[in-house]
């Protein structure tokens, strides 16, 4: 019985920016098909708008970040890596590249590379809620829940209404065994979106160890409403269920 994090990727915190002297319905066209489309589509919309050599600096370098996100969501973390470094290159203070860079040495694995490339996109960026809660999520795969917590605590300082923060700082309170803290995080992220599928999952995770079987049945359902392919869900469900059966 595990608690969820929720991880945050940038993909589209772009301004539109047309370069003087350019066709200006053409370049935001081009834009928008690699800003705006899904990830699936977005690949082949951000190699036409960085082909079309319309853009530099920072824009550019949004174009390369944007790409390499939608890498990423598809599990190509090389490209994924090699576009991220690409847009550093070309704009070394672009703070969401080394955001979302640090994202995919978190999916490596390599948690102290994932943390250095946040601390670098907090330096850039102080007040960069996402990176904060990025960090924190590594800080805590390496055990140490409560920089985890102060990471968690300045995202949601900073909005808030993140619900994303309190569904990871309620699972760093579960695991130190704060069940009570961990449930009221739980509650704020539903409250902020109640169709948060990781705050009912995990919050039924807690009242099942806290052996309010009744309350962990009924989050459990309401997650299994919301992601009926998620199988974890469906096992919690039965799992609960049985175990009231038999008292």
């Not at 935001?28 to 082909?51: F, Q, T, Y």
């Not at 490209?79 to 969401?96: G, K, L, V």
């Not at 080394?98 to 330096?123: H, L, M, P, S, V």
């Not at 989050?219 to 974890?232: G, R």
Request: aromatic share 10%; proline share 3%.
């Amino acid at each position: 019985m595990q608690m969820r994090l929720s991880k945050y990727r940038l993909l589209a915190c772009m301004a539109v920016v047309v370069l003087a002297g350019l066709p200006r319905v053409a370049a935001a066209d081009e834009w928008d098909s690699c800003v705006k489309l899904s990830d699936d589509l977005a690949v082949a919309g951000c190699s036409r708008a960085i082909d079309s050599h319309q853009y530099t600096d920072r824009s550019l370098a949004r174009l390369y970040a944007r790409r390499g996100g939608a890498y990423q969501s598809q599990g190509d973390l090389n490209h994924a890596m090699a576009d991220f470094n690409e847009s550093m290159r070309i704009d070394p203070t672009y703070p969401s590249a080394y955001n979302n860079r640090g994202n995919t040495w978190y999916r490596r694995g390599d948690f102290d590379r994932a943390i250095a490339d946040y601390n670098q996109a907090i330096r850039l960026d102080p007040k960069y809620e996402s990176a904060y809660l990025n960090r924190g999520s590594a800080l805590g795969a390496k055990g140490d829940l409560d920089r985890a917590i102060a990471d968690y605590n300045q995202a949601i300082q900073f909005n808030p209404k993140y619900g994303r923060a309190y569904v990871n700082r309620g699972s760093a309170w579960g695991t130190r065994g704060d069940l009570d803290r961990a449930i009221a995080d739980y509650n704020q992220a539903i409250r902020l979106d109640p169709k948060d599928t990781k705050a009912y999952y995990n919050r039924g995770i807690a009242w099942e160890k806290k052996r309010s079987l009744q309350a962990a049945l009924a989050d459990f359902k309401m997650h299994s409403q919301l992601a009926p392919s998620d199988l974890d869900g469906l096992t919690a469900v039965k799992r609960v269920s049985k175990e009231l059966s038999a008292r």
